[in-house]
């Protein structure tokens, strides 16, 4: 009997680590800490501020930038690797917002989807601490540029605390970046739409909407009052203590919402806090420009390969919209979104800004609105976003325009100066079944 356990402990462990093995065999090795002095030499520098620099020469030592400027004469001398990327194309590493990276894994398997608690308020929840680095989709985003990104959690009105975490590490402690740093509030939709999935009747109004308004004003007033008096309590309220943050501004607050009259009440209950805002979708937001730029309210797009919010709006709207931000003078970024695609395809982010450049802005001004424009958003801007002395060498190379999809072609990249391997599951598949087809065509 004890020969038999045995035998059947031995191969349960024989079975899951093989399992781990395959399932992690497309997860590269996080890249080693810079060891010299690296110097890229000859590439068109887009800096992500607007500026370009022709036939640059960036040199990156101890996972910062030292110096970027115009390169002079021939190849230079240096002690370090001087690495000649003449013809190529250098681009700051690229932030996604609103993101389930690392929190989810297939959108259909709900034992893999790890960003929604239970409940309604909850601003304790901290998605940092169920950050994968092991996530088989994460090679792939990073692959396409993506260095950086916001973790948010999601379901509920008050959803949880935010992170942003750097695309290369062993664990969720090395990944972190940012932590804590925003809280995100999901605002109630104004009306309810009922389908094949229940009675019919098309549009109404949401009866709840009023209460829910009252459930996030009730949460705030709770927790202002709190923390303006937190040392007289006895024990910690660990709900109301998460939003402390937001009356200090160490925290920002991010709210989905979408509809303008939505919008509105959101900025007039918010008016008697005195809270940084972000408003996270903000498909209406063209239509009270006025209003946000007074307000002084960033906006995170989210997704310009869309359709317009009604069925009277420009079919185009989506597309122009980061122009009529710009020309208003809005702060934005745009981003692809969250939940059940809010992962996987943030591989396509540099494509959604590239589709804001054949809408009105320029080439420089939509990569700015993943680069420069996020990391402001996020109040990481001191550090990443743009190529610059003295920020982090996290930054990518491209053999064409990293915004155009036919002509993209990512060949390095670099986080904090350690260059990482950019194989993943999609590039093992295609060699994968190339060699295989190749094989056959040749017996044949």
């Known amino acids: 009997m004890k020969i038999n356990i045995l035998i059947t402990i031995l191969i349960a462990f024989t079975l899951s680590n093989t399992y781990a093995q ?4 497309s997860v590269p090795i996080p890249a080693k800490p810079q060891q010299s ?100 989709v994460t090679p792939t985003i990073r692959s396409n540029g993506v260095m950086l990104a916001q973790i948010t959690p999601q379901a509920g009105l008050i959803s949880g605390q935010s992170s942003v975490v750097e695309l290369d590490a062993w664990n969720w402690e090395d990944a972190a970046y940012k932590v804590d740093e925003g809280i995100y509030l999901s605002w109630p939709s104004m009306f309810t739409r009922s389908g094949w999935w229940a009675e019919p009747g098309g549009v109404k109004k949401n009866k709840k909407y009023d209460e829910a308004k009252t459930s996030i004003k009730n949460l705030l007033d709770q927790a202002k009052g709190y923390c303006n008096g937190k040392e007289s309590y006895e024990t910690k309220n660990l709900k109301l203590e998460a ?21 509105i009440d ?44 009604r069925k009277h709006d ?25 939940g059940w695609d809010g992962f996987w395809d943030q591989r396509n982010l540099a494509f959604e800004a590239g589709t804001a450049a054949g809408y009105g802005l320029t080439k420089e001004e939509a990569l700015a609105t993943i680069t420069s424009s996020p990391a402001k958003i996020l109040g990481i801007d001191q550090t990443v976003g743009t190529l610059e002395k003295g920020k982090d060498a996290t930054l990518i190379i491209s053999k064409g325009d990293v915004l155009d999809m036919k002509s993209s072609h990512i060949e390095m990249a670099f986080i904090r100066g350690r260059q ?23 017996q044949h």
């Open 22 to 25: 395959t399932s992690y065999s």
């Open 37 to 136: 002095t690296i110097i890229l030499y000859g590439a068109t520098a887009h800096v992500g501020n607007g500026e370009v620099i022709e036939n640059s020469l960036i040199e990156l030592e101890n996972g910062k930038i030292i110096r970027i400027e115009a390169a002079k004469g021939g190849m230079p001398k240096a002690s370090g690797d001087v690495v000649d990327i003449s013809g190529k194309h250098v681009y700051p590493g690229f932030i996604a917002l609103n993101t389930t990276i690392g929190l989810s894994e297939v959108g259909a398997v709900r034992a893999t989807r790890d960003f929604a608690e239970t409940g309604g308020l909850n601003p304790n929840v901290r998605s940092i601490i169920a950050y994968n680095t092991d996530s088989r």
């Open 243 to 263: 939003m402390c943050g937001l009356f200090d501004k160490s925290k920002k607050l991010y709210v989905r919402v979408g509809y303008v009259k939505a919008m």
């Open 266 to 309: 959101v900025i007039n209950l918010l008016s008697d806090y005195d809270i940084e805002m972000v408003i996270v979708g903000g498909q209406d937001a063209w239509m009270i420009t006025d209003l946000l730029k007074e307000k002084n309210i960033p906006i995170v797009l989210n997704k310009t390969h869309n359709l317009p919010q």
């Open 314 to 338: 420009d079919i185009d709207m989506p597309f122009k919209l980061p122009k009529l931000l710009q020309d208003a003078g809005i702060d934005y970024c745009i981003t692809i979104g969250s």
């Open 420 to 442: 990482l391997d950019l194989d993943n599951k999609q590039k093992q598949l295609y060699r994968k079944f190339m060699d295989k087809y190749g094989q056959e065509k040749k």
